[in-house]
Nanobody, 115 residues
Framework: QVQLVESGGGLVQAGGSLRLSCAAS????????MGWYRQAPEKQRELVAR???????NYADSVKGRFTISRDSAKNMVYLQMNSLKPEDTAVYYC?????????WGQGTQVTVSS
């Protein structure tokens, strides 16, 4: 069984910063990648950032230059540093873990950016 626990969400003013953390635990082996997705009301869940075991990162165009994904492999943790936040970044942010071809999700953490 795999568990993902996110933390770090909250309310912030536009231009502010937040740091999300995700801790993975359980039967974890063959991690392919970890990442962050988000889902705003009435919108589809979308990729925000992803980091592979080799360290390759991918970002949504909308967050490039503002968000940074990082990981601590020894602790099975992934982080998302979010700077220069905008109201359109408001969403529930979900941690994702890829074990081989299977994906696991956290429960989500709310990020709200006020204008």
């Amino acid at each position: 069984q795999v568990q993902l626990v996110e933390s770090g969400g909250g309310l912030v003013q536009a231009g502010g910063s937040l740091r999300l953390s995700c801790a993975a635990s359980g039967s974890i082996s063959s991690i392919r990648a970890m990442g962050w997705y988000r889902q705003a009301p009435e919108k589809q869940r979308e990729l925000v950032a992803r980091i592979s075991t080799g360290g390759t990162t991918n970002y949504a165009d909308s967050v490039k230059g503002r968000f940074t994904i990082s990981r601590d492999s020894a602790k099975n943790m992934v982080y998302l540093q979010m700077n220069s936040l905008k109201p359109e970044d408001t969403a529930v942010y979900y941690c994702n873990l890829e074990l081989g071809l299977v994906g696991y999700w956290g429960q989500g953490t709310q990020v709200t950016v006020s204008s």
